[in-house]
């Protein structure tokens, strides 16, 4: 093994597994917002007006930095050369992207970050549902049954999810892959878009005022 391919071999190990730990911050972002009960009632046990006020601050930032990475992640690998190399599920991750894309803007711009706000139950929807499609995608297409498990035990159903659904599978997961690109890629965009028109909006806003 030359150093090429012990450099492409560490390249792979990399992507798959930033988009691995993704997957699961997607988890943790999810849960933060899912249980404010929960939070809340640890806010009364609270005494100090500033250990209140950090305490509520600290759980909706946490919440958005592990939204931030997973869409950064999930924009990385967004792309033919990269899924060729690495195992995603398709559409499930791309698209479980593009929902926890949408909730970040939610929070970020439209007030989504508040449990009171008109909003918190938007961006709680696209973060569940970008959950659930990701767990999906995770479970029976990423972590489907080994070759091994299927030499012995075949599956129509497995071997079908294999050889057409993950993104490295030739040739039809590279297919897949592309189409995937070539829809997901632009709705991205214009996610993005969304959000710096929003964001410019607040700040002109802010130096009319």
């Not at 899912?34 to 909706?60: C, H, M, N, P």
């Not at 590279?174 to 909006?201: D, H, K, S, Y």
Request: with cysteine; net charge neutral; glycine share 8%.
């Amino acid at each position: 093994m030359g150093a090429h391919d012990i450099a492409k071999g560490l390249e792979v190990w990399t992507l798959q597994t930033l988009v691995n730990v993704s997957i699961l911050m997607g988890f943790f972002a999810m849960g933060l917002a899912l249980a404010q009960s929960y939070f809340a009632s640890l806010r009364g046990k609270l005494t100090l007006r500033v250990s209140i006020e950090l305490w509520d601050v600290a759980v909706t930032l946490l919440t958005d930095i592990f939204l931030v990475i997973v869409v950064l992640v999930g924009f990385l690998v967004l792309n033919p050369d990269i899924m060729a190399d690495i195992k995603i599920a398709l559409p499930f991750i791309p698209l479980g992207t593009a929902l926890f894309a949408a909730a970040l803007v939610v929070r970020l711009f439209h007030g989504g970050h508040d449990p009171r706000g008109a909003h918190f139950k938007t961006a709680l929807g696209l973060m569940l549902t970008a959950v659930i499609i990701q767990t999906v995608g995770f479970s029976l297409v990423m972590e489907a049954p080994s070759g091994e498990y299927l030499a012995s035990h075949p599956s129509p159903f497995w071997d079908f999810v294999k050889t057409h659904l993950r993104s490295n599978a030739d040739p039809h997961g590279l297919e897949l892959a592309q189409a995937t690109f070539n829809v997901m890629f632009p709705v991205m965009l214009a996610i993005f878009g969304w959000g710096c028109v929003r964001a410019f909006r607040q700040i002109n806003a802010r130096r009319a005022s």
